[in-house]
């Protein structure tokens, strides 16, 4: 299965914008589908996660209240609705899919914990 990301741009602080995430390749087998961020010089960082069946949603306290993830399973894909955006949130935005099963169960992610990665799409927030 191969993940591609796209949806992002270029937007001002203050703006939106709807990452998507789409699996190919057959039908995704997936514990959560997540999105995560890596700016410039710093590490990846967790964003976002939605169990695949349960729709159960997690999000990182610096986008709770923003950032809202969505999924269409008949369409193997995932969104990222982003509003609100600051400079900080200015990345390459990743989205990721068959975590450990541990992750799963205790509602925590981290990259370390996926093994399929799509490509990335860059967000750039100017202020």
């Known amino acids: 299965v191969r993940l591609q990301a796209s949806g992002g741009g270029l937007v001002q602080a203050g703006g939106s914008l709807k990452p998507t995430c789409t699996a190919s390749?057959?039908?995704?087998?997936?514990?959560?589908m997540g999105w995560f961020r890596q700016a410039p010089g710093k590490g990846r960082e967790f964003v976002a996660a939605?169990?695949?069946?349960?729709?159960?949603?997690y999000y990182a306290d610096s986008v709770k209240g923003r950032f809202t993830i969505s999924r269409d399973r008949d369409k193997n894909t995932v969104y990222l609705q982003m509003n609100s955006l600051q400079s900080v949130d200015t990345a390459i935005y990743y989205c990721?899919?068959?975590?450990?099963?541990?992750?799963?169960?205790?509602?925590?992610?981290?990259?370390?914990?996926?093994?399929?990665w799509g490509q990335g799409t860059l967000v750039t927030v100017s202020s």
């Open positions: 939605i169990k695949w069946t349960l729709g159960d949603t």
């Open positions: 390749g057959g039908a995704i087998r997936t514990y959560s």
């Open positions: 990721a899919a068959h975590p450990t099963r541990e992750a799963y169960y205790a509602g925590r992610y981290s990259a370390t914990d996926f093994s399929s």
